[in-house]
């Protein structure tokens, strides 16, 4: 899927393709958005089973330098991996690629977009609020459905 230019501002955003993996794996390491309990390629090819979920794209004279995986449970939009190249920030790479996930969303009948972000992290906070999201101030609970131990 290509989105039309006059909404990427400079980044051309796609889904993502077999051969894109290995870049944005890298970029999501480069932010530092990797845990030790998720496993990249795992999510990604998660993401890309069934078709209420993917990987966006951005890509800048041909360097992966955003990406998000988007998806939809039935009701709700939810985003993770919102990633911009550290050398590539405040340049609005962040917004198009939330409005890229935006339009996803919109176009398959999802009203309302949720995302997490942990208490204390007041960057992403102010980043998110810059693009009008607001907090709902929800405790989210959470269970490994393998029986594993909680992580944080
Ligand atoms: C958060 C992130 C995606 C922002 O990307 P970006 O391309 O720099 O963001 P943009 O340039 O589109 O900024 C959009 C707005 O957010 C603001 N913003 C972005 N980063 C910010 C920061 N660290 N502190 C305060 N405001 C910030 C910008 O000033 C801008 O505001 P404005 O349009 O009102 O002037 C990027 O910093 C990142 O990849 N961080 C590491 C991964 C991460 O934590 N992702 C979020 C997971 S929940």
Redesign the pocket.
């Known amino acids: 899927m290509k989105i039309p230019a006059s909404t990427t501002h400079g980044l051309d955003i796609t889904t993502i393709v077999d051969g894109d993996i290995a870049e944005v794996i890298a970029l999501w390491q480069r932010?530092?958005?990797t845990r030790e309990w998720n496993n990249p390629a795992a999510d990604i090819a998660l993401a890309r089973r069934e078709s209420n979920s993917t990987v966006l794209v951005g890509r800048d004279k041909g360097a992966v330098v955003?990406s998000v995986l988007v998806g939809h449970d039935g009701h709700r939009g939810w985003v993770y991996?919102?990633?911009?190249d550290?050398d590539?920030?405040?340049?609005?790479?962040?917004?198009?690629i939330m409005s890229a996930a935006e339009d996803w969303l919109r176009a398959r009948g999802i009203e309302k977009l949720q995302?997490?972000?942990r208490g204390d992290?007041a960057?992403?906070h102010?980043?998110y609020k810059?693009?009008g999201y607001y907090d709902q101030e929800r405790v989210t609970f959470a269970k490994w459905l393998d029986g594993r131990e909680p992580t944080p």
Do not use: D, E
């Open positions: 932010c530092g958005s955003a991996y919102v990633t911009v550290p590539q920030r405040f340049k609005g790479h962040g917004r198009t995302l997490m972000v992290n960057k992403v102010a980043f810059s693009l």
